[in-house]
Each structure stands twice: as C-alpha cells, then as structure tokens.
C-alpha cells in the first residue's frame, strides 16, 4: 500500500507571494492533517479535514487555508508569504473515527521564503 | 490546553546501551499517545501507538507505556544501534479528532 505523498517537495517563494501545497492520503484514509515544523517552534497542528470538512483547526492566521476533495486528497494555501512561513509542512491521514487512530505521515513539503 | 514535553532534548549513548526517552503532558485526559522517530530533514515514521484503552505496547526492541494519572509516557529501547540515531516525538490526541499535540523531540545519537 503506497504512503503518503506530499508535491512538491522543496519551494522556494518569495515574500507577498502564495502557495499551494498537495497531498494524497493512504489509499482508504479520509482524513488528513496539515502540521508546520519548525526549529524554533516544533511541530504544530494547522488543521484537520475529513469528508471534504475542516473537522479541526489550529491557532494559525487565516492566511494559512485549506481544502479536501471527493478522493480524499488535500490541498493546503498560504497566501501572502511571509518569512516565519519558512518550514517543514507536513501531513498526515488516518482513519476517520476520532481518537484511537494512527497518523501516518508524508515526507513533507520544504517551503524556503525569501 | 495540553502541552507535551520531552526531556533531555539530547542525548548520547554507545552501542548496546538500554535507553528510556520521557514524554510528560499536562491534561490527563489525554486520550492515546503515538510515538514517532524522524531523520533529519524527513517526514515522521510511526513506532508505536498507545490506544485509549492501552497501558503500553511493543514492537520489537521498542516498548511504550503510558500513565495518564501520573501525565508520563517512556519509550524504552533495547540494545541500541547506531541506525537507531534520530529525533524521537511523542505526541497525544484527545478525543476531538485527530489534531496531535508534539512534545519537542528528543535527538538520540548511538555512537558505535
């Protein structure tokens, strides 16, 4: 059974700027994950999708959005870069019962602002 | 609000050392606690998960408990190997969903 695939890999922007990044869960996983990495503040829940829903959402600026489609893959948007943007982002699909489910996660996405 | 944290943030060991990793959290209400092991510059790889209704679980040279009333989870592992070098995570989920809580990681360095 394949991972979790995040695209692209590595994006350099530049500040004002947008970005849009992608992933597709583990074949049968409805929900995904979005979760920022950084070295000074570690990894942190930006928000959860599940049937096309937002199910969770953590304390980031609305710049930061995100959405789901029909097949469960996910797609998440940082509009109007700024540099504390610069991180690992990182996603994750589960089962979709909330609680004793395992997250899996992709390789993630290395986004560089300059 | 939970917090998660891990200490030491380092640590150094030799070759064939038993080692435990410490994760606290503040909320025992915490529903279940996965631990995860990530290289640098990588994604997160699943070691164990500690389900709601469980007190630690194993999986090789790993074993995980977990103690709600006292806020700890361990990670022990046995007879380490240099492939073992990495930062491990632990994180807990409550039972709103799926959103994890990551302590800051703990980097293990298995020297030969």
């Known amino acids: 059974k394949a991972g979790v695939t995040q695209t692209p890999r590595y994006l350099i922007k530049t500040r004002g700027q947008q970005v849009t990044l992608s992933c597709s869960p583990i074949?049968?996983?409805?929900?995904v994950s979005w979760y920022q990495q950084t070295p000074g503040q570690g990894l942190q829940f930006l928000f959860e999708?599940?049937?096309?829903?937002?199910?969770n959402k953590g304390n980031f600026p609305g710049r930061f959005s995100g959405r789901q489609f029909s097949n469960s893959r996910s797609e998440m948007n940082v509009s109007t870069l700024e540099l504390g943007d610069s991180a690992l982002y990182l996603c994750?699909?589960?089962?979709?019962?909330?609680?004793?489910?395992?997250?899996?996660f992709g390789p993630g996405t290395r986004l560089t602002v300059t | 609000k939970q917090e998660v944290t891990q200490i030491p943030a380092a640590l150094s060991v030799p070759e064939g050392e038993n080692l435990v990793l410490n994760c606290s959290f503040t909320?025992?209400?915490?529903?279940?606690l996965q631990w995860f092991r990530q290289d640098p510059g990588k994604g997160l790889t699943s070691l164990l998960l500690?389900?709601?209704?469980?007190r630690e679980q194993t999986s090789g040279r790993l074993n995980a408990s977990l103690d709600k009333s006292s806020g700890r989870s361990t990670l022990y592992i046995a007879a380490s190997q240099p492939g073992d070098s990495a930062t491990y995570l632990c994180?807990?989920?409550?039972?709103?969903?799926?959103?994890?809580?990551f302590g800051g990681g703990t980097r293990l360095m298995v020297k030969p």
């Open positions: 909320d025992s209400a915490i529903y279940n």
């Open positions: 994180a807990g989920s409550n039972n709103a969903g799926n959103m994890l809580t």
């Open positions: 500690i389900q709601s209704s469980q």
């Open positions: 999708y599940f049937s096309e829903t937002q199910r």
């Open positions: 074949s049968g996983h409805r929900s």
């Open positions: 994750a699909s589960s089962l979709p019962n909330q609680g004793d489910n395992e997250q899996y």
